[in-house]
């Protein structure tokens, strides 16, 4: 590494040599500065984009550390005549002097009507590139386009942004695409196929329809497909096989028509590779409730690397995985649009963990060894369809709804150990079989109007929704403790039933009483009948259930919320000051004869403030009130003793939780220099909080008891910030991260202050815009500390780097070498050793057929077999380090072959389907 920064010291001498700048102003005919014009040095023999500037609020520009050569000069706004000149740098470096514009002539004779090749152009608050500026791979994707864009970031897990901003939606042609995910698009769609990309912040529907800011938006990207492409089938076929038997096979096919998008997705491979959304994953195992398991409940979410979804983080376990998908959607008239898709997805992984776990009592410390080995299958099925119907300029109709089927089985074994001061305590050996079947689903309504006069939007809203779980689960526990000399065997069945049906609904309206000056009254009813029935006892006969172990409880909950928001819209900045207040009662029953009842109200303050103060700068301030009612799973008053060393008890009378969230935002973007920066500060209050309270006896079984705590803290502070060194051709990236939290829990009777602090550094660079060379680098540093009030003596902390390098050369259309680098190190502070981790991978790609339509890939996946699973966290009272078995390295051979070249427009293969 130090050898790679001297020959880089050395290098830049010579760089900035021999680099230039150029400089001027842009007026029209009348000598009027116009600003936000593109000024783009190209290629001359094939207009790829090479360097660019804006003009600002004066008609100036500069574009500095332009490299030697000979450029295309073009000047364009939109609505005049484009000027071009042939340059070259660094003889014509310097002043250029002004440009004249021309207003562009309404009626053009048609053989004066020339498609222009624009790279970039500023229509109103939208930015437009042209695709064919910027050169990419003949097999890459959407993601890899958007990655050479000015302005535009991705990251290594295909995560957006725009202008400094986090990207929310991708559509292509104005239309959703497939799924609300942006990913699913940019992984997917073909580069090729796209003639425009269009970045802009996308209003509410609300604020659409009335006309009026309303402090939503969404940064999107659209993509506009070439003509050629609207009528042809896109995609691609992939299919490989490695080493160790590995394989991976998948398949995109796309169509877009004028009224119709057609898309279907599917793959299949067992080498620990998934390809759809976070969204996805919950809706396959039948949402969060399902995802607490079949044991106890887990009170908190951590960075589990279990969970299948493609962040871009390894999966524990050995996985074989399938997934396919279809979606349609038809127009038949402009702004009516519905749309039905399909989404299938299933799995197989076996899992050996080792964890280890040190657990703090006031004046004891213990360790608990467990050894894990599960088989998991899962399957599921999900329908979505919707309608959107603005087809009426006055208003607007949308309905969305789904329906899902889901399917689990498991079977595990395991083995833990809990020791005192080196001697053995407890143990136990358990023995599970779980299957699990669910079926959800959800519709929504909502219906806008645009008034008249002082009454300007009125909105209506219904929702309703249904869910229903089955599992159960056979298990066979064998304990033994200190000083017994005969083992406790329990065998013990296990039959749940679950399910939710919710409905809800919302009205509002929006009336002017001044000029910037809103009044909007609002008000919801939700209500909510849940209930959770299980059936527990020894395996036998007939399965006979034994009553104090068998609850069946339900719960019903009715909540009105009334409410208003006083809105003041400026030129410049927004104002929303709001007031609700939360009406609910509760009801639950516990075996037909037992009844709590439980009423609340709550005031639900809520205060926005927003300033657009200079154009690419933006600072808000936001204040937010929740009221978060406990799961019903947590108010069952009955033992949960699957595990009987980890004894559960819900609690009945638990209270909502109210939260309050105080956020601060600063954002910047310099479009003439490309520089963002964004930082974030704030933090939440809850009140009572669910936490636990933890008796730990002699046998060190532990026993759980849910309540509320009180004051539990969280701050956040977050800044990143990017620009280019133009001097090096590289983009440098810098992110500061910090969170510190502070709760409390009850251990025997004590309690436990808890409080977390965490610091990240993360600095990174890339040169992903070059034609050729594609190099990314960086590091990342964590730093972690925990304090316990009940034994300071043992507070800890630890410290995580991890560093990366990508490296990727395309010499021409037929060859693409890549490598790529990533090493985690895990300091031995507060654990048994420190760990170093390098994973490094390489590909080499030939792409060969007419039109370069196949391709051949050569990859091998940790090249020095070191990968590994590990986990480190610190949470309550525990300090935990997980260890996993992982895909290890492989070698495999694939091939691709893509239906999405035009034969008009390079050779390629084009489908051309003249009906639909």
Known sequence: MIKFYSVLLLLLPMTLFSQSGLSGMVMDEAGKPLPYATVALMKPSDSALAFFGITNDKGTFEIKKINRGTYLMQVAFIGYQTFYKLLKMPEQAGDFGIVVLRIKPLNLPSAEVVAEHIPIVVKMDTIEYNAGAFKTRPDAVAEDLLRKLPGVEVDRAGNIKAMGEDVQNVMVDGKEFFSSDPKVATKNLPADAINKVQVYDKKSEASELAGIEDNSREKTINFLLKDGRKQAWLGDIRAGAGSDSHYSASAKVYRFTAKNQFAMLGMLNNINQFGFSFQDYIDFNGGFPAMMGSGSMKLSITSDTDLPVNFGQSINGLVTSGAGGLNYSFEPEKNNRMYVSYLGNGSSRSLKQSISTRNYTYGNEYNTLEDNHEDSRNFSHRVNLGWKDKSDSTRTLIFNGSIGLTDATEDAVSLARAYTGGDLINNLEAHANLKRNNLTGNGSFSFMKRGKGAFRLFTAGANAGFAAGM???????????????????????????????????????????????????????????????????????????????????????????????????????????????????????LNGSSFFAQRYTRLLPSFSWESDYKTGHRISLDYNTTVNAPQISMLVPVVENANPLSLFYGNRRLKPETGHDLYANWLLFDQFSQTSVFARLGGTYSNDRVGYNMTVTDSLVQTIHLMNVKDNYLLNANVEFSTPLRFAGLNVHLSLDGRWNKGQTFVNDKVNINTNLSRSVELSFDNRKSEKWALSFGGEVTKTNAKYSIRESLNNRFVNISYFADLAFTPNESWHFASTADVVNYSSESFTGAVNIPLIGAEISFNFLANKRGMLTFEVYDLLDKNTGIERISEMNYLRETRSDIIGRYVMLAFKYRINKAAKSNGGLEIDVKRW
């Open 471 to 589: 599992s159960n689960n056979d298990r066979r526990n064998i304990s033994r403790y200190l000083g017994s000399v005969d083992p406790v065997t329990d065998f013990q069945f296990r039959d749940n039933r679950s399910g939710n049906h919710s409905y809800g609904l919302s009205g509002s309206s929006l009336i002017r009483i001044a000029n910037g000056l809103y009044l909007e009254p609002e008000v919801r009813a939700n209500v909510d009948f849940d209930y959770l029935n299980r059936e527990q006892g020894v395996p036998g006969d007939g399965n006979a259930a034994i009553d104090s172990l068998s609850p069946h409880f339900g719960r019903t909950s009715f909540q009105l919320t009334p409410g208003v928001n006083l809105r003041r819209n400026f030129k410049k900045s927004k104002i929303v000051i709001g007031i609700s207040t939360a009406m609910a009662e509760t009801r639950n029953v």
